[in-house]
């Protein structure tokens, strides 16, 4: 069964400052991989997802995440963290040839001034 | 505007009184799905739908029903609702072929059972 695992339920890092939300997952086949950001009392947003091909994939408002699969990992980075970044950060799953998605439990990033 | 919709965004109600939260998205897309957000749980995935007419249990189904009977809604349905479904409930919408495809959340139920 596929599982994804987000280890940190918070993370604190200093506005300017680089920032890593991380990601591990299982999966019997290829994984579909997802990063998805929620505001406060808003639905989920869409940042950016791996399909295939480049390990490394850039999406919205500055943020990337590596592939890595050896360790199972796919977690999110940004070079230099703002305030408005503060939120919380789901990372999902889904296995090729399945139809369900599985989500983290999410890791709330606060960005301090 | 391409967007989930979502009624009502708050609802409180009793125990055993059935409910029906309705969902529905302008983007032709054949994936939909509900989950519930619970603190320290995430979201759980309760049904989706990979096209009209076909449903699938996700991991939470229990105490909960769904029909796609057109491709634009996907209500979810309480019958005999109770305490320990107060949550909050997100619908959800992807194009399913390719499968990779992102998937573009409503804003959200807030449902309260007594």
């Known amino acids: 069964a596929q599982s994804v695992a987000q280890p940190e339920d918070q993370v604190n890092v200093a506005e300017g400052n680089p920032l890593t939300v991380k990601c591990t997952y299982s999966?019997?086949?290829?994984?579909?991989l997802f990063w998805y950001v929620q505001y406060p009392n808003r639905g989920l947003q869409f940042l950016l997802k791996?399909?295939?091909?480049?390990?490394l994939v850039k999406g919205s408002y500055g943020f990337e995440a590596e592939f890595n699969k050896s360790q199972t990992s796919f977690h999110l980075k940004k070079p230099s963290a703002l305030v408005s970044d503060s939120a919380l950060y789901f990372c999902?799953?889904?296995?090729?040839?399945?139809?369900?998605?599985?989500f983290g439990k999410g890791t709330r990033l606060h960005i301090l001034p | 505007e391409a967007q989930v919709t979502q009624n009502p965004r708050y609802l409180i109600t009793v125990t055993g009184k059935k409910l029906t939260v309705t969902c529905s998205q302008n983007?032709?897309?054949?994936?939909m799905s509900w989950y519930r957000q619970d603190p320290g749980l995430g979201l759980r995935q309760i049904y989706y739908?990979?096209?009209?007419?076909?449903?699938d249990k996700g991991d939470v189904p229990e105490g909960y029903k769904v029909s796609r009977k057109e491709k634009r809604n996907f209500p979810l349905i309480l019958e005999s609702p109770s305490p320990n479904q107060t949550s909050l409930y997100f619908c959800?919408?992807?194009?399913?072929?390719?499968?990779?495809?992102?998937?573009?959340f409503g804003p959200g139920t807030r449902l309260t059972v007594l």
């Open positions: 959800a919408s992807s194009l399913s072929d390719p499968p990779g495809d992102e998937q573009f």
């Open positions: 999966v019997s086949g290829n994984p579909y």
């Open positions: 791996y399909i295939t091909g480049d390990n």
């Open positions: 999902a799953v889904r296995d090729i040839g399945d139809d369900k998605i599985i």
């Open positions: 983007m032709n897309h054949e994936y």
């Open positions: 739908s990979m096209n009209v007419e076909v449903t």
